[in-house]
C-alpha cells in the first residue's frame, strides 16, 4: 500500500470513531473477550497487531490524523464566512456599494439602511427601508451579488410600501426601533446608541450618519444611509 492509500485509509478509521479507544473496541470480538476476560489486555493486542479484525493503526497515527482532520474542518468553516461579495465581477453601482459596505456591516461597525424605489415582479411599484446587517444575518446574499435575484424591500422590512395598493408597514429590527409617529416623517432609532437616523432629504440624516444617493441602472431610485456607532462596547 502507498503513502497516499495509506491516508485514505486511516482517515476513513479516523472519521468513523471519536477516540482512539472506540477503534480498538471495535476489532475486539466477543472471542477475544472469553478468553482474555480483560478488555484492556485485549485493547493492547489489538494496538501491537496481535488480535484485532482491521488494519493495525498506531494511535499516534490516528491522533495526528484526527488533530489534522479538525484543523481542516475549521478551515472550511472559516471559508464559509469569507464575504459573499468577495470575487465578484460588480458592474453596477448599487451592487458596488453594497460590496464595500458587506464587511463592515457584518462586523457592526457600520450599521447601513437602504432605501429602494422599485417595481416588483407584478410591475407594482414598491419602496422601502431596509436593516442591511440584519437581511445579511438572514439571507443568503450570494443570489445579489451573482444578479441571480434583486435586492428589493419586503413587507417584514423596517418599512415597506406598495404605490399602487397603497399598503404601508414597518417592523422594527434588532437594530433599528421604528418612529412612526412624527410628523415629519419615518425616524429611525439606532439601538445600540440611541442616535436618531432621519430619512428626509431635506434634512441632515443625524449625528454620525451620512445619506448616499447611488446612482444605479437597477432600481428608479437607491439611497444608502450609513450609520457609525460611537457607543464603547
Known amino acids: 500500500m502507498d503513502q497516499e492509500e495509506g491516508l485514505t485509509s486511516v482517515d476513513n478509521i479516523v472519521t468513523q470513531f471519536n477516540t482512539y479507544e472506540d477503534f480498538l473496541d471495535s476489532q475486539i ?11 484492556s489486555l485485549a485493547r493492547q493486542l489489538v494496538e501491537l497487531g496481535y488480535r484485532g479484525t482491521g488494519e ?4 499516534e497515527d490516528f491522533e495526528a490524523r484526527k488533530a489534522a482532520i479538525e484543523i ?10 469569507t464575504l459573499t461579495s468577495a470575487g465578484k465581477d460588480l458592474q453596477d453601482n448599487f451592487l458596488k456599494a453594497l460590496a464595500l459596505r458587506e464587511e463592515d456591516n457584518r462586523s457592526g461597525k457600520v450599521s447601513s439602511v437602504i432605501f429602494i424605489r422599485d417595481k416588483n ?4 411599484e414598491v419602496s422601502g427601508y431596509i436593516d442591511y446587517a440584519h437581511r445579511l444575518k438572514t439571507e ?13 424591500p419586503r413587507s417584514t422590512d423596517l418599512s415597506f410600501y406598495n404605490w399602487d395598493s397603497q399598503i404601508a408597514v414597518w417592523n422594527s429590527s434588532p437594530n433599528y426601533q421604528v418612529i ?15 442616535k436618531i437616523l432621519n430619512v ?3 434634512v441632515p ?3 454620525n450618519s451620512t445619506r448616499s444617493p447611488i446612482q444605479t441602472k437597477l432600481y428608479i431610485q437607491a439611497v444608502i444611509f450609513d450609520h457609525v456607532s460611537r457607543r464603547k462596547t
Not at 29 to 36: G, I, K
Not at 180 to 194: A, H, T, V
Open 121 to 124: 415582479v407584478h410591475g407594482q
Open 200 to 202: 428626509d432629504p431635506k
Open 205 to 207: 440624516p443625524g449625528d
Open 29 to 39: 470480538t466477543t472471542v477475544d473477550l472469553y478468553y482474555l476476560e480483560d478488555e
Open 140 to 152: 443568503d446574499f450570494e443570489v445579489y451579488f451573482s444578479g441571480k435575484k434583486r435586492f428589493l
Open 72 to 81: 481542516a474542518s475549521l478551515a472550511e468553516r472559516t471559508q464559509k464566512k
Open 56 to 59: 493495525v493503526v498506531k494511535r
Open 180 to 194: 412612526s409617529d412624527n410628523p415629519e416623517g419615518l425616524l429611525f432609532k439606532y439601538k445600540r446608541d440611541r
